[in-house]
């Protein structure tokens, strides 16, 4: 559909909720309203209601006021998929391809491309559809900052910092009390959080998920802690962090989801392990999705403006296909064929970690 004047374009949030998306749908419709005469669809719950054809026509006064807000106006679904959506058959869920009549509702809206705000699994979803003839910009989207292809994605800023206040507070009941607090930080697979708020927060002990983690390397930091006259100690630990050998812990199995593990509790098992091995009392606060809501810090709404009138721009001049990215200062735009199926970890050799090991920061074990 290049080279044709875009009239019409659908906008979805898919995955995990983060703070920004409201900022984006904002600059993304305000931009294509104001300066190219653009009529935006906002399609509901991401790509389930893509699937179950759920879209309405916003108008500007829909998106204005948002940009402050946490969440996403339009709603969003982390399981719908619609080359793999379960469907129920006799009472159990089936995966099944719906992309035809999914496609069929991108014909009947009449829509000219779609922008698709997402992280890692949406974006696997759009280079499909862009396989299959529909015209789609994306926009990178997680707290985890693991989307490939990306320096930053919004929503980190605002986790990071949620995180590194929930350090500070943390901080002060530590030293009250004498003991050894641990914060769990989301991240999935990615310490990219853990890393920065634990730098930020000035954590004791810094544990990621790239790093198996040693037990008695962590324990002999915090013994040391108190046998200098430092009697507490604050751990900052990613929620995929695991033991060196060990597996990570796993707060719940699901079936039929794209995510079948829900991580959470490494800090408590943790926790318990330091208290049994050194004595010193311990208490573990997983900060679980606080992290992902409330207001966005203004550098997320910054950034978040920036990816929307980019992707907005791609749009008007017909540059589909292509993910919105930040390279260094420079909004730049990267094929969505090279981003979805990759995430981007933190790399064992990054200053950041040279950073917290020359303040007398530990990681999880010796490099
Ligand atoms: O990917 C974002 C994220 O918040 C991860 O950090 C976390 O592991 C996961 O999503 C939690 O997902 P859910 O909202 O399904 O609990």
């Known amino acids: 559909m290049t080279g044709k004047k875009v009239r019409r374009v659908g906008i979805l949030t898919a995955g995990g909720d983060c703070p920004g998306l409201n900022a984006v749908i904002r600059a993304v419709a305000k931009s294509l309203m104001l300066n190219h005469k653009v009529e935006v669809i906002g399609i509901e719950d991401g790509f389930e209601g893509l699937i179950e054809d759920r879209m309405r026509v916003l108008s500007y006064d829909d998106v204005s006021g948002i940009l402050q807000r946490g969440g996403t106006i339009l709603g969003t679904s982390n399981k719908a ?41 949406s974006m696997s979803i759009s280079r499909k559809l862009v396989e299959r003839g529909v015209p789609v910009v ?22 990071a910092s949620i995180a590194t206040d929930a350090i500070d507070r943390i901080h002060t009941t530590a ?18 959080l853990t890393i920065s708020a634990g730098i930020a927060g000035g954590a004791d002990v810094i544990i990621l998920p790239e790093m198996e983690y040693d037990l008695n390397y962590i324990c002999e930091k915090v013994a040391e802690r108190s046998r200098y006259g430092k009697r507490f100690s ?24 794209h995510e079948s593990i829900r991580l959470g509790g490494v800090s408590i098992k943790l926790g318990n392990d330091i208290e049994d091995l050194t004595g010193l009392e311990t208490r573990a606060t997983v900060l679980g999705h606080l992290q992902r809501g409330g207001p966005p810090t203004p550098n997320d709404r910054i950034l978040a403006t920036r990816f929307g009138v980019g992707a907005a721009a791609l749009v008007a001049t017909g540059q589909f296909n292509r993910m919105v990215a930040l390279r260094g200062t420079d909004i730049v735009s990267v094929p969505i064929t090279e981003v979805g199926g990759r995430t981007r970890t933190v790399p064992l050799d990054h200053p950041l970690l040279d950073v917290a090991e020359a303040v007398g920061t530990a990681l999880g074990a010796k490099r």
């Open 81 to 121: 998929d619609p080359f793999a959506q379960a469907i129920l058959v006799d009472g159990k869920p089936v995966k099944k391809d719906v992309s035809a009549g999914t496609i069929a509702h991108v014909e009947k809206w009449r829509l000219d491309a779609l922008v698709c705000i997402g992280g890692d699994g």
């Open 138 to 159: 994306g926009v990178p989207k997680t707290i985890d900052n693991d989307l490939f292809g990306t320096d930053v994605t919004f929503g980190f800023d605002t986790a």
């Open 175 to 192: 030293q009250s009390h004498h003991r050894v607090m641990l914060v769990e930080i989301m991240g999935r697979t990615a310490g990219w």
């Open 234 to 257: 604050i751990i900052a630990v990613s929620e995929g962090a695991k033991p060196r050998g060990g597996e990570v812990v796993v707060s719940r199995l699901v079936k039929d989801s």
